[in-house]
């Protein structure tokens, strides 16, 4: 929220957050985007007076920071060496 110009103290933002994550959660839209923002806009007004840009970009820069994990977490998944084919699978089980 900081990052983004807001003035949300924690206690706000952690107690909107499970409310976010279990309503954008819900199928009703492509990973949750929109819904997830809206949630962010409407939470953050009503508990902590942020304006609603700057909490519907705090929302956006919290789902860039968990696409970024993810590509990250994907890079160290995908790597070779992490991986055994199947035909170096039963190699190993006759060994």
């Known amino acids: 929220m900081r ?7 924690y206690g706000a ?9 279990a309503i954008s959660g819900l199928p009703i839209s492509v990973a949750g985007v929109g819904v997830r923002e809206k949630l962010f806009e409407v939470l953050m007004h009503d508990l902590a007076g942020v304006a609603p840009a700057t909490a519907v970009a705090a929302s956006l820069v919290g789902f860039a920071c968990n696409g970024l994990w993810a590509a990250l977490g994907a890079l160290f ?5 992490d991986r055994v084919t199947a035909a170096e699978l039963k190699a190993a ?3």
Do not use: C, H, W
Request: glycine residues 8%; positive net charge; hydrophobic residues 50%.
């Open 3 to 9: 990052a983004v110009g807001g003035t949300a103290n």
């Open 13 to 21: 933002v952690i107690s909107a957050m499970p409310v976010i994550d």
């Open 77 to 81: 998944f995908l790597k070779k060496r």
């Open 93 to 95: 089980q006759l060994e």
